[in-house]
């Protein structure tokens, strides 16, 4: 069965993939969000023309060609677009199976805890504590992550005394019983980060992600060492060298690789082998109600060392008005703080031909 054609449905926020074979079968799948419609030309510049006639089965197989065939662009456009043909190769292989891809990858359907994970900065600590606590009476939420310092903020908070004034807050309003989570997305340098891990420690916070500029690893690895609660990152890391190194080098605890970034399913797999054979849980980042969500879902149904909890979003269409309307039916829908991956075949969602209908449409077909 080989793939005759590769389309593309994108908006500069959210591109979609679907993959056909020369029988007709189709299988749908993601590009990285955030530049899609850029994501999208990369895909049909560099991924599809050697994917176009391949093996629609030998997943592996082209995962491993394109970046070789392409080996003077290893950057993450490069991945982000393959990530786009790759998980709707999945999609086709569970279609054509009748099995989730959960199954495929030799996991169970079933229920995931889920943490609450809050984007915004430009939020008090009132009124973040307020909203987690409405998302714990309405979904049973009891996880939640918050943000500390300025994103890159060179140990500048989003304002003067945030940081110190929100850890303190949501343990009060949430009680000690609540899962709290922290992100720092790179704002401080090791010596601060520490001074904010010991504000973290003190309040029971247990999860600390991304403290220090990320690819700075030895200044991660600093503040790894001086805390007791977990350090976590790699959202950021495409390179399967950069993963192995900062997993040998001790730069973490709990790996974090993106599905959409890294680029699909089997890269993905090889790091939460790499972090299992070290000993660390494997903690994806799926920071938004993308495809991006649902593919971590039926990794960590899968994977042996997989993390306590998914990453769920609360951003709705004030924050993220890009995510309305993508699918038919709701893939992430909260009960009693868990999702659910059912045993729907591929990855079980339909997106709403109506958003593909307005989105910019490319498509690339074998000779």
Known sequence: MKIRSIETFS???????????????????????????????????????????????????????????????PGPYLFRALGGLETALWD?????????????????????????????????????????????????????????GAEFGHDVDEWPGRTEAIVPALRKALGPEATLLADANSGFSPKRAIEVGRLLEDQGICHYEEPCPWWELEQTREVREALSLDVTGGEQDCLLPSWRHMIEMGAVDVVQ?????????????????????????????????????????????????????????????????????????????VTEGHVTVTDAPGWGVEIDPAWLERADHLISEAN
């Open 257 to 333: 690789p993106d599905v959409c970034y890294l680029g699909g399913l089997v890269r993905t797999l090889r790091v939460a082998r790499m972090a299992e054979a070290a000993g660390l849980p494997c903690t994806p980042h799926s920071a938004n109600l993308s495809l991006v969500t649902l593919f971590t879902m039926h990794l960590l149904r899968a994977i042996p060392n997989a993390g306590p909890y998914l990453e769920l979003s609360i951003e709705g269409p004030d924050y993220y008005p890009w995510q309305e309307g993508l699918f038919l039916g709701e893939p992430f829908a």
């Open 92 to 148: 086709l292989r569970g279609k054509l199976e009748g099995r989730s891809v959960c199954e495929l990858l030799g996991g169970t359907p079933g229920r995931l805890r889920a943490y609450a994970s809050s984007m915004k900065r430009d939020i008090t600590p009132e009124q973040e504590a307020e909203r987690f606590l409405r998302l714990r009476d309405r979904h049973g939420f009891e996880a939640f992550k918050f943000r500390v």
């Open 11 to 73: 908006s500069r926020y959210v591109g979609f993939v679907r993959v056909t074979t020369d029988e007709g079968r189709q299988g749908w799948g993601q590009m990285s969000t955030y530049n899609a419609d850029i994501t999208a030309q990369v895909l049909h510049r560099q991924v599809a023309p050697w994917s176009l006639g391949a093996d629609a089965l030998a997943i592996d197989a082209l995962v491993d060609l394109v970046p070789e065939k392409e080996l003077k662009f």
